[in-house]
């Protein structure tokens, strides 16, 4: 099983349990019980969720687990971690050959090869000394220090045996630690020199010694009783954490206080988690539980069973946490050696095979752009299915191979629907199925930082020459108008290339507001990023059809379904002319007089029909701006629903899109328009705000002002008008049944 080749304590710290539902906290329980660890490692695990955690709880669930009929097994422990973005350090399916090498990202140390560094006691023993020392480096003058004096012993192990005092101040105790003659019993209160004393790292609010009460999330513990202590010392410094103070514990360990200088309870968690996860890739075995930032650590100065508690040293390594983070990541990045031209002027590198020809190759990246209700997810299907067969797809020759579908949006039926509606509607036979996968991800989509490495994994060994990622607003991690974020956000589709070697594609709608004047690549919503990231993108933009060209296409769909009627039916060829069957009127007349009257009534039914499909036609310009083709011509198509079809007549070649008109022409156009014309195109555009205007979400009133480029009254009156629509707090939602309106 797959569980038994990864450490469950390990594959534990990748889960946050506050991201769990109260079932899978107890599956995890289970599971833990099942693979023989005991109820603590389940309730210290628990304790990281301190909004939900309650003592004792994990001790009364634990009684109950035992002799289930269908047992949870470590299994779930460790799927949990890889759906929280967790993936192993290595692939324990595949071997290694003798030219292979092992890297892990944040490993800059070989522990193998690093020798033990010994500790050596203070030559002159001063207890006071050594905890003045600690508290200077640690605390300002004005800060609440909490320590414990206090044990008792369970087992052979000297505990805590309370919370100790936590509202004396940094300042106060120097003071006094200065005139107490070396004794600091008269100071803290007598220890048992068995035990030792303890001391809390970070300051406190004198009010108590939970996390709650810490006032500045500065310091972290990093401890190993597991390791030799010159073993420890040595990596401690060869890591070069950022130590304000090493302290021996009297034992067999040494307690490092880190600087971890964390602006919230939240950053600490995350930048202990990445201290924590760096000591272990690095060697250091520390203890998992010393994560609190309450927590206690041995304070210098005492003795403990014989030996000294001392400090080892202070501000050792790095001087910041910035500084030592940076140093980290530095020593591990994987960016290629500088490499001269001339080796290789006359031995260039095969360029990647095209995936789709003139517009993109294999192993790069693709955007799609266009307005609301152009069909987008429909053309990327079409896609899906062109490679697949490999067929066209619109007027470009595709390679034909395998390929992933990612879908965020349509629950998995209507999905599944839409491939086998849309080959139909392609006129496709279905040869080449196997060469699409489709992952459905609506309602468990992770923000892609998160995605990348699980869809990495999962298509790791699919040999897929594309993958789909449709749409990518479910997804976006970031604000999308900042450039630094969305630059970071790009980089996750830069790791699925590189790693699988494949294309990604992906759809993105226009910015809020009016297209004209802006080029193809300023259209895509958010940073200029979006459209300057990937190796091609495609912009749709929708033409406006003049009233001849509509009459003209419904003419043609009338035209063509008496044609299919007549076929089916009768033997027509001598009666009509070429001209005959490119007018409605006299196939229609024709048709009337050569049909029964159940035949002329089925006929007209579906004229109605084609009319119907007719009127529905949109029509859209594709522009291109690549990076390793010329430009190629717009390519003009019609969207039939569900597919988009090249515009082989020629007749949308001349139509100029709508927001490039000058404004003299675009007034011109709009006073042709009756007044129910105006109205409906009113309703239309709104709905299409408020679907697209807050990304799915119901918007505000500025959200769909902005989206429209119109006044927020203005939205209110059109709200009134559509009728469909309430408006409350300032956010409008679609009606429900009672019919209520905006107070």
């Known amino acids: 099983m797959e569980h038994n080749q990864y450490d469950l304590l390990e594959v534990l710290e990748h889960i946050e349990p506050a991201e769990l539902d109260y079932q899978q906290w107890l599956n995890v329980g289970m599971a833990l019980e099942l693979e023989g660890y005991s109820v603590d490692t389940w309730e210290a695990w628990s304790r990281k969720d301190p909004g939900r955690y309650h003592p004792g709880e994990c001790r009364k669930k634990w009684t109950g687990f035992s002799g289930s009929g269908s047992p949870v097994t470590g299994g779930t422990i460790v799927q949990y971690a890889r759906e929280q973005g967790w993936t192993p350090p290595y692939d324990t399916g595949t071997a290694l050959g003798w030219d292979d090498s092992i890297s892990e990202e944040g490993v800059v140390i070989d522990r193998n090869w690093v020798e033990e560094k010994d500790v050596l006691e203070p030559s002159h023993w001063n207890p006071a000394g050594e905890l003045i020392r600690y508290l200077e480096v640690l605390f300002e003058a004005g800060e609440n220090v909490g320590y414990v004096v206090r044990s008792w012993q369970k087992e052979e192990k000297w505990l805590p045996a309370d919370k100790g005092a936590y509202d004396r101040t940094a300042g106060e105790l120097i003071e006094a630690l200065s005139a107490c003659g070396g004794d600091i019993g008269k100071v803290l209160g007598d220890y048992n020199g068995e035990a030792g004393a303890w001391i809390r790292f970070n300051p406190l609010d004198g009010k108590g010694v939970r996390n709650e009460n810490v006032t500045e999330y500065r310091y972290a513990l990093v401890e190993s009783d597991s390791m030799e202590i010159g073993k420890q010392h040595a990596l401690i410094r060869e890591l070069e954490l950022p130590v304000a103070c090493l302290v021996h514990s009297g034992k067999k360990s040494l307690h490092a206080i880190v600087r971890i200088d964390a602006a919230d309870y939240a950053e600490y968690r995350r930048r202990v988690d990445y201290l924590y996860d760096i000591c272990r890739k690095n060697g250091l075995e520390i203890d998992q539980q010393n994560r609190n930032p309450s927590r206690l650590s041995r304070m210098p100065g005492v003795m403990r069973g014989g030996q000294k508690q001392f400090l080892v040293d202070t501000n050792i390594g790095k001087e910041s946490w910035e500084e030592w983070k940076e140093w980290i990541e530095s020593v591990n990045d994987d960016l290629p050696d500088p490499e001269s031209l001339e080796q290789v002027w006359e031995d260039m590198p095969e360029l990647a095979p095209c995936l789709i020809e003139g517009v993109l190759r294999q192993g790069h990246k693709l955007l799609i752009a266009g307005p609301s209700k152009a069909g987008k ?143 193809s690549m300023d259209r895509a919503s958010g940073s200029g990023v979006f459209a300057r990231d990937p190796d091609a993108m495609l912009d749709m933009i929708e033409l406006e059809l003049p009233e001849e060209t509509q009459k003209a296409e419904e003419n043609k769909a009338v035209c063509e379904a008496c044609k299919q009627y007549l076929n089916a039916h009768f033997k027509w060829e001598d009666d009509l002319s070429q001209d005959d069957l490119c007018s409605s009127y006299q196939m229609m007349n024709y048709c009337e007089n050569k049909l029964d009257k159940w035949q002329w009534m089925n006929l007209q039914h579906l004229v109605e029909e084609a009319k119907k499909r007719a009127r ?3 029509a859209w310009r594709i522009e291109g701006t690549l990076r390793e083709f010329p430009k190629f011509s717009a390519v003009n198509a019609w969207f039939s629903y569900p597919v988009h079809q090249v515009d082989k007549s020629g007749v949308l070649g001349d139509i100029q899109p709508e927001a490039e008109l000058p404004p003299w022409k675009k007034g011109a156009v709009k006073n042709k328009q009756s007044a129910a014309e105006r109205k409906k195109e009113r309703k239309k555009s709104l709905e299409d705000a408020i679907e697209n205007g807050n990304f799915g979400k119901d918007p505000a009133v500025k959200d769909v002002a902005s989206y429209l480029g119109i006044a927020e009254r203005s939205v209110r009156d059109r709200v009134k008008e559509h009728g469909g629509y309430v408006i409350e707090d300032g956010v409008i939602h679609k009606k429900n049944g009672t019919g209520k309106t905006e107070t």
């Not at 839409?418 to 459905?440: C, S, T």
Request: proline share 3%; glycine share 6%.
């Open 377 to 519: 997810s429909f053309l990327l299907i079409e896609m899906c299915i062109a490679i697949a067969e490999g067929r066209n797809w619109l007027s470009w020759p595709c390679a034909q191979g395998r390929i992933l579908y990612v879908n965020l949006e349509l629950d998995r039926a209507s999905c599944l629907h839409r491939f086998k509606d849309v080959y139909q509607a392609m006129g496709l036979r279905p040869e080449h199925l196997e060469n699409i996968d489709i992952w459905n991800l609506r309602g468990k989509s992770r923000p892609m930082d998160k995605l990348a490495p699980m869809l990495i994994r999962r298509a790791a060994k699919k040999n897929y020459i594309a993958v789909i990622i449709d749409p990518i607003y479910k997804v976006i991690t970031g604000d999308e108008n900042s450039a630094d974020q969305m630059a970071n956000f790009c980089n996750q589709f830069d790791k699925v290339c590189t790693e699988l070697k494949v294309a990604v594609i992906y759809c993105h709608h226009h910015s809020k507001g009016s297209q004209g004047g802006k080029k």
């Open 616 to 618: 529905g036609l949109t």
